[in-house]
Nanobody, 123 residues
Framework: QVQLTESGGGLVQAGGSLRISCEAS????????MGWFRQAPGKDREFVAS????????VYADSVKGRFTISRGTAQNTVYLQMNSLKPEDTGVYYC????????????????WGQGTQVTVSS
């Protein structure tokens, strides 16, 4: 059974930093992509960033470019999201996603979703 487990969310002041993690278990994601989405209250879930294991291709949403960094752990089952210069509009539940199709993942159609971790940025 595949599981994606997020951790590291919390409350931070605007301008601060936070790192969230996602650990995948249950299968090998060597030829897959992993990424992050977020959902603010009353809004649709939106793509944040993705990392493709094969080739290391990284894609960011325009709203987080230059502030967020996605990276992988030494084992190909962990992905991190370093969030700097946080803004109140970054508040939301952050979901980890994984899938065999990187394009499908970025379009909101991953194979697997995590349960989410809350990130709250106060002004």
């Amino acid at each position: 059974q595949v599981q994606l487990t997020e951790s590291g969310g919390g409350l931070v002041q605007a301008g601060g930093s936070l790192r969230i993690s996602c650990e995948a278990s249950g299968r090998n994601f060597r030829n897959s992509a992993m990424g992050w989405f977020r959902q603010a209250p009353g809004k649709d879930r939106e793509f944040v960033a993705s990392y493709r294991w094969s080739g290391g291709n990284i894609v960011y949403a325009d709203s987080v470019k230059g502030r967020f960094t996605i990276s992988r752990g030494t084992a190909q089952n962990t992905v991190y999201l370093q969030m700097n210069s946080l803004k109140p509009e970054d508040t939301g539940v952050y979901y980890c996603a994984a899938g065999r199709d990187p394009t499908g993942l970025r379009n909101g159609r991953p194979d697997y979703w995590g349960q989410g971790t809350q990130v709250t940025v106060s002004s």
